[in-house]
Nanobody, 128 residues
Framework: QLQLAESGGDLVHPGGSLRLSCDAS????????IGWFRQAPGKEREWVSC????????YYADFVKGRFTTSRDVTKKTVYLQMNSLKPEDPAIYFC?????????????????????WGQGTQVTVSS
């Protein structure tokens, strides 16, 4: 049973918006960060954003800064990725992941191999 579950993927027009959700309510371990990644066909998985568990600090890849916002609802144990101004290059399967290494560090947790648990992904399509 997956402990992280993404939802919210859909087909939108360029310039449109979507909000993805990462349900971590079944995730029972402490984690350092929840990250968002995406993977388009034929491409490597790339980091999009992350949010730290302790202080809620957020980090973004340059290609989404100003367009995407990561937030969380602590009571619902859900992390959101608000995606605005979607572009034709944004379509991919979007994944959320949990990093359970609690060692404090500076900056973003932005490498796939730093994450230990993954959801199944949700498809985002941008097309006119």
């Amino acid at each position: 049973q997956l402990q992280l579950a993404e939802s919210g993927g859909d087909l939108v027009h360029p310039g449109g918006s979507l909000r993805l959700s990462c349900d971590a309510s079944r995730f029972t371990r402490e984690y350092y960060a929840i990250g968002w990644f995406r993977q388009a066909p034929g491409k490597e998985r790339e980091w999009v954003s992350c949010i730290n568990s302790e202080d809620g600090d957020t980090y973004y890849a340059d290609f989404v800064k100003g367009r995407f916002t990561t937030s969380r609802d602590v009571t619902k144990k859900t992390v959101y990725l608000q995606m605005n101004s979607l572009k034709p290059e944004d379509p991919a399967i979007y994944f959320c992941a949990a990093d359970i290494d609690l060692l404090p560090r500076a900056g973003a947790t932005d490498l796939p191999n730093e994450y230990d648990y993954w959801g199944q992904g949700t498809q985002v399509t941008v097309s006119s």
